[in-house]
T-cell receptor, first 114, second 114 residues
Framework: AQKVTQAQTEISVVEKEDVTLDCVYE???????LFWYKQPPSGELVFLIR??????QNEISGRYSWNFQKSTSSFNFTITASQVVDSAVYFC???????????FGSGTKLNVKP | KAGVTQTPRYLIKTRGQQVTLSCSPI?????VSWYQQTPGQGLQFLFE???????NKGNFPGRFSGRQFSNSRSEMNVSTLELGDSALYLC?????????????FGPGTRLTVL
């Protein structure tokens, strides 16, 4: 079974629209970490955010916000007022316990059109 | 601070050959992880090295091996290349002294097997 599911394969929006990328995870561990990465066409994965299982506080960073809900095993990512530069593939990842081993979702390709 | 560097950036090999990829982590990072990214399988964990020892391992055949040097630089080797080994190979480094930690990725090495 997939440990991280990103059901949205590709999303297209027009600039300035808000968009939410979904991430659902599965783990039996009580201690785990969740991450979001952005992969632009250049290929390099860029770290966006990290959350541990004991911190359900939502976070906002500029136009980016994250909603972590343990009750639904979800860690969703919202971009407000999207811009063309946000176009990329976004990955959600899970790491369990003390193992520095990431399980990645299949990614969501975001296309922001001008 | 310089980021993670990987060499070479591009490689073309033929079936049956072997290849060695190199990764230099962020200064001070002692953990280096390797991932394979393909369109079909997505991002998959290969292995992680910490202080010259393999600490975590993914589900890849023994043709995939790695090592880490005392300066934390790491190499990954793939022997007897197969067409299916064509992929983007990403290296990531982190502090991860005692547990999971944020991984910072390099630009990747794109390997093409003909």
């Amino acid at each position: 079974a997939q440990k991280v599911t990103q059901a949205q394969t590709e999303i297209s929006v027009v600039e300035k629209e808000d968009v939410t990328l979904d991430c659902v995870y599965e783990t039996r561990d009580t201690t785990y970490y969740l991450f979001w990465y952005k992969q632009p066409p250049s290929g390099e994965l860029v770290f966006l955010i990290r959350r541990n299982s004991f911190d359900e506080q939502n976070e906002i960073s500029g136009r980016y916000s994250w909603n972590f809900q343990k009750s639904t095993s979800s860690f969703n990512f919202t971009i407000t007022a999207s811009q063309v530069v946000d176009s990329a593939v976004y990955f959600c990842a899970l790491s369990e316990g003390n193992f520095n081993k990431f399980y990645f979702g299949s990614g969501t390709k975001l296309n922001v059109k001008p | 601070k310089a980021g993670v560097t990987q060499t070479p950036r591009y490689l073309i090999k033929t079936r049956g050959q072997q290849v060695t990829l190199s990764c230099s982590p962020i200064s001070g990072h002692r953990s280096v992880s390797w991932y394979q990214q393909t369109p079909g399988q997505g991002l998959q964990f290969l292995f992680e090295y910490f202080s010259e020892t393999q600490r975590n391992k993914g589900n890849f055949p023994g043709r995939f091996s790695g090592r880490q040097f005392s300066n934390s630089r790491s190499e990954m080797n793939v022997s007897t290349l197969e067409l299916g080994d064509s992929a983007l190979y990403l290296c990531a480094s982190s502090l991860a002294d005692t547990s999971t930690d944020t991984q910072y990725f390099g630009p990747g090495t794109r390997l093409t097997v003909l």
